[in-house]
């Protein structure tokens, strides 16, 4: 074993020790992503391209909400590696979505925000989604709409419909997130969701809410009066 090896195995001895006597809330996010690093690879150093991950994206969130194609732009980080940043991800996103039972009651925004906060948490697409609920604010499905790159992930109302009376809903939520960093409602989402809600009333489903996120940010059109109710 080389001289070097052996300096970096015995660092990870170090770092092992310290994560079990003292967790992992006392490591910075280096250390935490160094460490993470150790189950891709093997015996080499992983300071470096710990650094190199948070410096190129910016931060540990950044880092982990890049995709595949992404991560391995980085020296070093290979598929294997980057499969396991991805797989760290979609874990915590299930961690967070299972904090509800499986079938939650959602009589508000603050049920609704709670509980579509996992769902969204580190999508790095435009994504749209749909809640049905029924008559006593039961969850019955979600469902994803679309997914895309674009400014704009086009919602197609004839799809909603369709899905509202498929599930027998009565109540659906609508909502999609920005990447821009910003929740605030553009003209197009306020338009789309005053759109909808006529077109559910006349199938006698209402429209509970049209929420959009961004970040761990969320605005609910209803709350802010900008559709009719």
């Given amino acids: 074993m080389g001289e070097g090896n052996q300096v970096h195995r015995e660092h990870r001895l170090r770092q092992r020790k310290k994560f079990a006597e003292h967790g992992p809330e006392n490591f910075t996010d280096i250390e935490l992503l160094e460490f993470l690093l150790y189950h891709s690879i093997p015996v080499q150093d992983t300071n470096e391209l710990a650094h190199a991950l948070l410096e190129q994206f910016g931060g540990l969130r950044a ?6 194609k992404e991560l391995m732009t980085v020296k070093g980080v290979g598929q294997t590696t980057a499969a396991l940043i991805c797989l760290v991800r979609e874990l915590h996103r299930r961690y967070s979505a299972g904090a509800f039972q499986e079938k939650p009651v959602l009589k508000g925004t603050r049920d609704i925000g709670a ?9 790095n697409q435009e994504t749209a989604m749909l809640l049905c609920l029924d008559g006593g604010s039961r969850l019955i499905s979600r469902r994803v709409l679309g997914e895309g790159s674009s400014v704009e992930v086009n919602i197609s109302i004839r ?20 990447l821009s960093g910003t929740a605030l409602p553009s003209s197009a989402d306020i338009q789309t969701t005053r759109r909808l809600w006529d077109t559910l009333r006349s199938i006698g489903v209402d429209l509970a809410d049209h929420l959009i996120f961004a970040g761990e940010d969320y605005v609910s059109l209803r709350e802010s009066g900008l559709f009719r109710i």
Avoid at 159 to 178: C, F, G, M, T
């Fill in 115 to 123: 509980y579509l906060l996992g769902q969204f948490r580190y999508r």
């Fill in 159 to 178: 799809s909603i419909v369709d899905i509202a009376l498929r599930d027998k809903a009565a109540r659906v939520v609508l909502a999609h997130n920005h």
């Fill in 63 to 68: 880092v982990l909400e890049a995709d595949q």
